[in-house]
């Protein structure tokens, strides 16, 4: 009888260390001390502790503790998900999707090229400008055309403004599908993308409002030109007239 009291109090006793490791390692995973943590969920889930299998597939799975090894996650999540651990079976079936979403995985982490940041009513057509206008007519289209590109080209920068940074464009089941190294591949390229689109953005505005300031200050200056001649215009007239009295009254001018 006391051989059997002291078998069960032998196992009370192991019971009570493991789960006091168990806190700590989980106190070291809550305070990010992850190679601390990574130690101490290793020796549990080889002693066959299902929660500390489940969060060291987890720490496989995101690379918390360096860098990320999904073979050995899926085995410690497979360990867990077989004494029934929920959280482990969830892991599963997530991979499996991922297996199943992969092409969208890689679309966000390296195809996604923005294109839609740059076409239908945020591509901005150019507007054309000649050297210089003389006719009002002509200017009033210019001047329409340049309000109709600034108008969209304002458009353009306020949406991609909006839909910054460009990581709030990948869909969220999509998204809890990635692993860490996927996250920051994708932050990276998209910010690429992003930055591709402002720069492209930067060129076009410069070279618009370069042209239309060449046509601009060459038609002020025809204009205001134009404008002085028209009154002298006047002037030039009244002294040919002038001339022609002078001519038709022996050189004498009468007025």
């Not at 918390?64 to 867990?80: H, L, R, T």
């Not at 969208?104 to 054309?128: A, M, N, Q, T």
């Given at each position: 009888?006391?051989k059997?009291?002291l078998?069960?109090?032998s196992?009370?006793?192991?019971g009570?260390?493991?789960a006091?490791e168990?806190?700590d ?9 992850y ?19 489940q ?11 360096g ?8 085995a ?17 079936e ?12 890689d ?6 090229d ?7 009513e945020?591509?901005?057509?150019e507007p ?7 006719e009002?007519?002509e ?5 329409a ?10 458009h ?5 403004n909006?839909v ?13 599908l ?15 993308v992003?930055?591709?689109?402002s ?6 505005s410069?070279?618009?409002l370069?042209d ?7 038609t002020?200056?025809w204009v205001?030109e134009h404008n002085k001649?028209v ?11 002038i001339?022609?009295?002078?001519n ?8």
């Amino acid at each position: 009888m006391k051989k059997t009291v002291l078998i069960c109090l032998s196992l009370l006793l192991c019971g009570s260390a493991l789960a006091d490791e168990l806190a700590d390692a989980n106190a070291l995973f809550a305070k990010k001390a992850y190679p601390e943590a990574l130690a101490k969920y290793s020796k549990l889930a080889n002693a066959g502790n299902v929660e500390a299998q489940q969060h060291l597939g987890e720490l496989y799975w995101y690379g918390e503790a360096g860098e990320v090894d999904e073979a050995k996650a899926q085995a410690w999540f497979q360990k867990a998900a077989a004494k029934g651990n929920k959280v482990a079976i969830a892991s599963l079936e997530m991979i499996k999707q991922r297996g199943v979403r992969r092409a969208d995985i890689d679309y966000w982490v390296s195809k996604y090229d923005g294109s839609e940041l740059r076409s239908g009513e945020y591509r901005c057509k150019e507007p054309r400008f000649p050297s210089m206008s003389k006719e009002n007519v002509e200017i009033d289209r210019i001047g329409a055309k340049m309000k109709e590109w600034q108008d969209c080209y304002n458009h353009a920068v306020e949406h991609l403004n909006q839909v910054s940074p460009l990581t709030k464009l990948i869909p969220a089941d999509i998204a809890k599908l990635m692993n860490k190294q996927e996250t920051e591949a994708a932050a990276a390229h998209l910010k690429q993308v992003q930055d591709n689109v402002s720069e492209d953005l930067k060129v076009s505005s410069r070279l618009v409002l370069a042209d239309f300031g060449a046509w601009r200050d060459a038609t002020e200056a025809w204009v205001t030109e134009h404008n002085k001649l028209v009154k002298q215009a006047p002037s030039e007239e009244r002294q040919r007239d002038i001339d022609a009295r002078k001519n038709n009254y022996g050189g004498v001018s009468k007025n």
